[in-house]
């Protein structure tokens, strides 16, 4: 979680770094901090629906820049939750938070640093197609970050300020200070300019003895220490200039001691009356300092040799699921049965939009979970600008209670691909005319047009933000909020297919092309509906005029997306596209033909009855 005001005091200490020009070696890289940050520094769009293709790029020339320098990069990914109460409050707190920026970004239009949903997904997606090395912990990523770091002798690439306080033997480099964007030399001499950290340094500087940093580190970050109102600023000595005194006194408090636990032993006391829960205090305060001592890593095998890593308590069912990229919150449904799912910049008088995808996550949770007896899980969203925690039941099918999660991998192909279009709402053979890599988001379109149903003007404004250059002019949030509508339910949907071991190839979320090519999706979607009203007609032919307008409706509907597509299209999209229209087409005048002639026969018998009652 990083320590308060650490990052902002050592940037007040210039004289802590080094100037390096870094090149040929191993960079282990905090995946989530890296994440964020590339998206935030860049000025991408964040209020409606993000710049993904953007994003792509933005990730694609980072790695470049490591391979011109031959910086060989090792991402490390946060896993699930704390199954502790350790940080729960400091989570809650960051969540709250969370939703009143969405809500002022919503208001007020500014960037309020709010990570858009599909975010993660490019991250993680592209770097899988670059083929970085990339791993998933079990929990938070920072000590296995440290470990493996340690173990191989190279830095750590973060600006999460605990990594000013873990020994690295090589080094820490501040994100902020690796001046990547502009890569120096030539050849075999190219180098990225950065600055290192070193503990060593740190220590010598102010005077402490290293085996006291976690220490340092426990009670500047510790409530217990915050509640009791320890002023340490008072051990800063006169006439010196600090930007953060309570730090700088705590360092000076700390130089009289040599041993940690004699240290805590006495911050204690300093407490006063909260030093009653001396026993609690202190263990709190341990509990501390070990998210800070050395270990060894268990990603170094995993990252040279494949082997999964031996995390504790990690029961074979839930060790392929936590390696698997994209899986933190599937993990947190095993072990802790919630899902924390995250807000959007939305207006906060709509619902949240995480509800239009929740059926999709039931038969996720009917999967990981099996048919065990009362479990419920905690969904945790927004209801207005409050977070709630909504209890949640796991939805089985016929052919999902039939399915272990142990043995789900190896299940028939056919079994994994009807869950997923039955939880989709969508047949195998709607999809049959679309290329394999565009089936998934085409499903996934389908049950968003059947759950959300947002009126076509809408869904055409939404399909121009998504396939414009920029999306830089002023959007409508009402249209924003469809577009986040899709893409809560392309997350949900891309889970679940990721969970049942890809029965449909993954879309490529960041390309544009997948969102020129909707139309065929759409297509495919109104195509089932005009099958079942032909349907409907034969056996109630009353309905022929309301069903010939509903035609009309799709058929200009149709003709409008075509049109907005063909404005963008390459020459891979266009075959798609005209494929899938010249079926739609042919398909669209058969039914037409046929509700004509069924008129037309009625009308006939009509005519007939009514002789015959008149007689000759």
């Given at each position: ?26 960079l282990v890289i905090d995946g989530c901090n890296l994440k964020y940050l590339l998206y ?304 959007a910049v939305e207006p906060e008088d709509l619902p949240s939009t995480n509800l239009t ?184 032919p009353t309905h022929q005029q309301q069903n010939l307008k509903d035609l009309k409706d ?63």
């Amino acid at each position: 979680m990083g320590v308060q005001g650490l990052t902002s005091f050592i940037e007040n200490h210039q004289n802590l770094y080094r100037e390096v020009r870094f090149s040929r070696s191993r960079l282990v890289i905090d995946g989530c901090n890296l994440k964020y940050l590339l998206y935030f520094s860049s000025g991408l769009d964040e209020n409606h629906g993000g710049e993904y293709a953007a994003y792509e790029s933005l990730i694609e020339s980072f790695i470049t820049a490591l391979r011109t320098c031959e910086i060989a990069p090792y991402v490390v990914l946060d896993g699930g939750s704390d199954v502790t109460d350790r940080k729960v409050e400091t989570v809650a707190k960051r969540s709250e938070d969370r939703v009143q920026r969405a809500h002022e970004a919503a208001a007020s239009g500014k960037q309020m640093k709010i990570l858009p949903r599909m975010a993660d997904f490019v991250f993680r997606q592209t770097l899988a197609r670059l083929e970085v090395p990339m791993a998933q912990c079990f929990e938070e990523a920072d000590q296995e970050i440290a470990a493996l770091a340690s173990e191989w002798q190279c830095p750590v690439l973060s600006n999460d300020s605990d990594f000013y306080v873990f020994h690295l033997p090589a080094g820490f480099l501040p994100t902020s200070h690796f001046q990547w964007k502009e890569v120096k030399g030539s050849g075999s001499r190219s180098y990225i300019s950065c600055r290192r950290f070193y503990t060593s340094s740190f220590c010598a500087f102010f005077g402490l003895q290293h085996q006291l940093l976690p220490a340092f580190a426990a009670l500047a970050g510790n409530d217990y220490v915050k509640q009791s109102g320890i002023k340490w600023a008072k051990f800063v000595p006169a006439g010196r200039e600090t930007n953060r005194p309570q730090l700088e006194g705590l360092l000076c408090w700390l130089k009289n001691f040599q041993d940690p636990q004699e240290a805590l032993e006495a911050a204690v006391v300093l407490m006063g009356q909260l030093s009653e829960n001396k026993k609690e205090v202190l263990h709190r305060l341990h509990v501390g300092m070990e998210e800070y001592e050395p270990r060894g890593s268990k990603l170094s095998r995993f990252f040279l040799h494949g082997a999964p890593p031996e995390f504790p308590a990690l029961e074979e069912v839930i060790r392929p699921l936590s390696l698997k990229p994209g899986s933190p919150e599937v993990l947190d449904v095993l072990r802790l049965h919630k899902m924390g799912l995250g807000c959007a910049v939305e207006p906060e008088d709509l619902p949240s939009t995480n509800l239009t995808s929740r059926p999709l996550r039931q038969v996720m949770y009917g999967l990981l979970l099996g048919r065990r007896t009362s479990v419920l899980v905690n969904e945790i969203d927004r209801e207005g600008l409050q977070l709630t925690c909504i209890p949640v039941k796991p939805v089985f099918t016929r052919v999902s209670e039939r399915l272990r999660l142990c043995s789900l991998q190896e299940a028939a192909l056919s079994d994994r691909l009807r869950v997923l279009l039955e939880a989709l709402g969508v047949s195998e053979e709607s999809l049959g005319l679309l290329p394999p890599r565009l089936k998934l988001p085409a499903a996934i379109t389908c049950y968003w047009l059947q759950r959300a149903q947002p009126p076509p003007d809408l869904l055409k404004a939404l399909l121009q933000g998504m396939s414009n250059e920029s999306t830089k002019r002023k959007v409508d949030m009402r249209v924003a909020y469809v577009f986040n509508q899709w893409q809560v339910c392309l997350k949900d949907g891309v889970r679940l297919n990721q969970l049942l071991g890809f029965p449909l190839p993954e879309p490529d979320v960041a390309r544009k092309k997948l969102y020129r090519t909707m139309l065929s999706m759409v297509l495919q979607s109104q195509a089932q509906r005009v099958l079942v009203a032909s349907e409907n007609l034969q056996k109630a032919p009353t309905h022929q005029q309301q069903n010939l307008k509903d035609l009309k409706d799709l058929k200009d509907l149709n003709t409008n997306l075509q049109q907005l597509f063909l404005q963008h299209q390459d020459e891979e999209t266009e075959n798609e596209v005209q494929t899938a229209m010249a079926a739609q087409e042919e398909l669209r005048l058969q039914e037409e033909h046929l509700l004509v002639r069924d008129r037309l026969q009625n009308q006939g018998e009509e005519q007939q009855v009514q002789q015959t009652r008149t007689g000759p």
